[in-house]
């Protein structure tokens, strides 16, 4: 008999928030920066006080529309915020302000790689609203950090075409990615500015209804996002197919014993008594905005992976790589335009020496490694054979810490390479004497003795000789 | 003389001559409220040695000379006014000892030019009246008679202009609660159009309906002080960019050709005769100077205040969520948050507040949005399209205030419908957003003002003003100030 997870498919909408890149917030001037002390970056206005009035922020409406925009979205040129009542200690005016009939972007699309090929996941919609602030619980006591009270955020809901677990990551990874292409958000979970819920529900496979969902909460990572959906649809499947019922429920993850439990009903049972936000004009996004933000949009994740593919003759894995960061492929294409020929050693520089030390340092890349034109330049000095590959790789790493130039570094650390054909002749002559025995058994036949002549002259020469040019000379030599 | 009693127009003159100073005008104030106070009622908090420091810094300014027209002019501010430093209640339980770090976008214009706060006037709890008797801090009594209601919910500010404890006064319109306290203390009260004035800083009752302005002695005064309040504030996106005219420049005294709508529906039965008689009386004066009357009609009327407890409440629901315990006002600690909230709100808001926020709720709700709130909003739309086709064949509409006069305090505390008809020729103003002011036009047999409600276009405060203004010098009527 057939095992039942192969009689069930999954399907799987995710809603996700993440905080716009703006230095203020949404509706007053407040910094927006994560990090500051608790409540210091408050006012009147995001501390929700008697009689103050929200004023949009212009920035963050540009950056919902790009991302929008990025999506394939329609952009409305007329939509309104509306409030959304509950009480909660951390949402200070007792409602949140978001949009609810008649969200910013509508539709669109993004596609995703899968193990199983090319996949596109539909969206619903594209909304944009406040954060609320942060309870902490310390000592018996709770207290409210309000600085992320008012933080601009967008939502993005997904249309259930999610099929499984890895789906839904490689779907996150992609939004993020373009988030951070388009600069709308640093889409970082854990810092709390990208987060995830997950509506969840198994059928029959070939089935055209949809069962009964289950939402999950408290998602920060996408590892947590990915073994939640695994483990749910497991547990629906097993309950379906043991003919029990699925109630809808809303379940929080509990990372420590991996899985997912539901949520008291009075924690969720809310009717959020939407009605539009009478503070706010409706906002009107003219045509001439909305294509403005289109012709400054940059290039997008996906269109860069198939133009690295097309132009640089890269392979997708490579490719896909070095596009996940946008300043990682900022980085990538600077240091071509430094002159190299070689892409493939650029590359493999790139996905090897580059990323390797941002991650050892954990610092953001600017900071981590040397400007990319003159790690270009080093490059460019192997690719002219003035510099071994591996005295490259000493230059570089000591460039990483000394900040200085590739031609400064492999100066100071006295590694040019020597090409100078006298020279190296001269030293393949001195070992060609010294060693009259082996050249006479080299001559014999014993043709394993030549990289032991290689070693030789390298030595003499300290190690910076062409070791191409080495072999040429010493073949040459020999030979005579 | 009796230096509280002046008008802004001759305090200013007496001022800018130094023949008075702000401190000494102040101080008149001051003893006037000491005075009158006890039986009044008409503030909840009396800023005595601030409005002395604020008199003294606008003294040295007048000696300057060139200082603005409402420089060292006392004036009293209804408590829903959000103003730095000094306790604002919007006459809650709740807020009872609120301190605001902010300043209503108003406050902080009127500062500007030096003007003087008395203190904060009484007012019905988060506007929610209209008799200044759902105050947490007790009702303000009518200067004209004691024992009636000073009208709401700005009735404190009413009060107050009327019994000379200040020149004028700050007040909030959501439903009429500027024009019905005005016409009950015989006094000039002006509600804008909506988005003339900055909302920022006054404490949200309907956010939609919401506008401030000012209680006066004179239609003259009235348009000083609004010229000050109006105009584009970056911290209100509801606010108009419109430029403000110059509205003592409009007080032109000439009606001349003038067209009076008189809206047929709002003759109603249960109006008090002496009201009609006397708002009639003053239609006709207005014929004498020139003007012409047209019948018009405003056929939504009868659904106005149905609208109004829809959408007021609604709004007002979630504008009250705020005062929740925990960051600031009132808090009833509770072992949990759902606790705390309960107890907070149950002790902290008064019952008329609580039946608008559970009314509010209500209408809200899922599943029955579309048929309270929505529908609501439609028929604002069409109270609105009502008064622009009245406005093809008038320039100004006129009609009573109120359909009586001030009535006793507790005679319809018992009745909330009672009591919201008070507001039944005010409210379709708010919900078609435009402007209004009454102003007296006459007593009753008990010697209580009858006041007179004249409507403009939107941002039609100039036609107004000076047909109010025209009438007021025409001498129509004797002023009879209170005999308290």
Redesign the interface.
Same mark, same amino acid.
């Given at each position: 008999m057939e095992p039942a997870t192969e009689k069930y498919e999954a399907v799987i909408g995710l809603e996700v928030h993440t905080h716009l890149l703006t230095r203020s917030k949404l509706f007053c001037g407040c910094a927006a920066a994560f990090g500051a002390g608790p409540n210091e970056n408050v006012c %009147?206005v995001c501390?929700?006080? %008697?009689?103050?009035? &929200?004023?949009?922020n212009r920035r963050a409406v540009e950056l919902a529309i790009r991302m929008g925009l990025a999506a394939h979205c329609s952009i409305s040129e007329y939509s309104i915020f509306d409030?959304k009542?509950y +009480?909660? %200690?951390d949402l %200070?005016?007792?409602?949140q302000i978001s949009q609810y009939e008649t969200p910013l972007c509508k539709g669109g699309y993004i596609d995703i790689a899968t193990s199983g090929g090319a996949r596109r996941v539909r969206l619903v919609r594209i909304h944009m609203e406040e954060d609320a602030g942060k309870n902490i619980h310390q000592d018996g006591t709770s207290l409210?950090d309000f600085n992320r009270s008012g933080v601009p955020l967008v939502e993005i809901v997904s249309e259930p075409d999610i099929r499984s677990a890895e789906e839904a990551g490689a779907y996150l990874r992609e939004l993020r990615n373009i988030l951070r292409y388009v600069g709308a958000s640093e889409g970082r979970m854990e810092e709390g500015n990208f987060r995830c819920d997950v509506n969840v529900s198994v059928r029959p496979k070939g089935a055209t209804e949809f069962g009964t969902k289950t939402e999950i909460k408290n998602l920060n990572s996408f590892r947590f996002v990915e073994k939640a959906i695994a483990y749910e649809v497991a547990r629906q499947i097993e309950t379906l197919a043991a003919g029990g019922r699925i109630p809808q429920e809303t379940h929080l993850w509990d990372p420590d014993r991996e899985e997912t439990r539901p949520m008291r009903s009075k924690e969720f049972a809310n009717?959020y008594?939407? +009605?539009p936000e &009478?503070?706010? &004009?409706p906002l009107r996004v003219p045509a001439e905005l909305i294509e403005r933000i289109r012709t400054a949009m940059p290039e997008l994740p996906a269109d860069r992976r198939a133009r690295f593919v097309r132009d640089f003759a890269l392979s997708d894995y490579e490719a896909a790589l070095l596009t996940e960061e946008r300043e990682v492929a900022d980085y990538f294409e600077a240091m071509l335009a430094a002159g190299l020929g070689n892409r493939k050693t650029a590359a493999n520089w790139v996905m090897t020496e580059v990323l390797r030390v941002v991650n050892e340092t954990g610092s953001p890349l600017a900071d981590a490694v040397p400007p990319p034109a003159e790690t270009g330049r080093l490059l460019k000095m192997v690719e002219e054979a003035t510099l071994s590959l591996n005295a490259a790789k000493t230059a570089f790493a000591a460039m990483c810490k000394s900040g200085g130039t590739a031609a400064a570094t492999v100066g100071e650390l006295g590694l040019v390479q020597v090409s100078d054909e006298g020279a190296i002749a001269t030293a393949c002559d001195k070992v060609i004497e010294s060693e009259a025995a082996n050249v006479a058994e080299y001559r014999a036949g014993r043709d394993k003795l030549f990289g032991f002549f290689v070693g030789k002259v390298m030595k003499l020469m300290g190690g910076k000789a062409n070791p191409k040019i080495i072999n040429e000379i010493l073949k040459r030599k020999l030979a005579g | 003389m009796e230096l509280c009693r002046l008008t802004i127009a001759e305090a200013r003159a007496l001022l800018a001559r130094r023949e008075i100073s702000a401190v000494e005008l102040t101080r008149a104030c001051l003893d006037r409220i000491a005075e009158l106070e006890r039986r009044l009622n008409a503030f909840i908090t009396v800023c005595a040695r601030e409005a002395i420091a604020q008199a003294e810094v606008a003294d040295k300014r007048l000696e300057q000379g060139g200082a603005p027209a409402l420089c060292g002019i006392p004036l009293a501010i209804k408590d829903i006014y959000a103003t730095r430093g000094v306790r604002t209640t919007c006459a809650s339980k709740i807020l009872e000892k609120f301190v605001p770090p902010h300043d209503a976008t108003s406050i902080a214009k009127l500062r500007a030019v030096g003007a003087v706060f008395v203190g904060k006037a009484n007012m019905d709890e988060f506007a929610m009246g209209s008799s200044t008797e759902n105050s947490a801090f007790g009702a303000t009594r009518n200067p004209y008679d004691l024992q009636r209601v000073a009208g709401g919910s700005s009735g404190g500010s009413a009060a107050a202009v009327a019994a000379d404890e200040c020149l004028a006064a700050l007040g909030t319109d959501t439903g009429g609660s500027i024009r019905e306290p005005a016409s009950f203390c015989g006094v000039v009260g002006i509600k804008p159009t909506y988005s003339r004035v900055s909302r920022y800083g006054v404490i949200a009752y309907a956010s939609s309906l919401d506008q401030v302005g000012p209680f006066a002695k004179s239609v003259r005064d009235a348009a000083i002080v609004l010229r000050e309040l109006a105009g584009i504030d970056p911290r209100d996106s509801t606010c108009s960019a419109r430029p403000v005219p110059d509205y003592e420049r409009a007080l032109t005294g000439d009606v001349k050709g003038m067209r009076i709508g008189v809206p047929r529906e709002y003759f109603v039965e249960g109006m008090e005769a002496e009201v009609e008689g006397a708002v009639r009386a003053a239609l006709r004066h207005y014929e004498t100077m020139g003007a012409r009357t047209v019948e018009i009609s405003l056929p939504h009327t009868d659904y106005a205040i149905a609208a109004y407890y829809l959408i007021a409440t609604a709004e007002a629901s979630a504008n009250l969520a705020r005062y929740d315990g925990i960051r600031y006002g009132l808090r009833v600690p509770a072992d949990n948050n759902i606790e705390l909230y309960n107890r907070t709100r149950d002790t902290g808001f008064g019952a008329e507040v609580k039946r608008r926020i559970m009314l509010g709720t209500f209408a809200l709700s899922a599943g029955y949005y579309d048929a309270y709130y929505l529908k609501a909003q439609k028929v604002r739309t069409l109270i609105r399209r009502d008064f622009e086709r009245a406005f093809e064949t008038c320039d100004i509409i006129a009609t009573p205030t109120a359909p009586t006069t001030a009535f006793k305090i507790g005679e319809k505390t018992a009745d909330p419908l009672q009591m919201y008809l008070s507001d039944i020729f005010t409210i379709s103003v708010n919900l078609a957003g435009l402007p209004g002011l009454s102003m007296p036009c006459g007593y009753d047999s008990h010697g209580m003002p009858i006041g007179l409600q004249i409507v403009g276009a939107p941002f039609g405060e100039e036609a107004i003003l000076r047909a109010a203004d025209a009438y007021e010098r025409s001498g129509a009527i004797a002023r009879r100030p209170p005999a308290i």
């Open positions: %009147p501390m929700g006080m %008697p009689g103050v009035l &929200p004023v949009l409030r009542s +009480f909660y %200690p %200070p005016k007792g409602y409210v009717d008594r939407y +009605f &009478p503070d706010l &004009p | -």
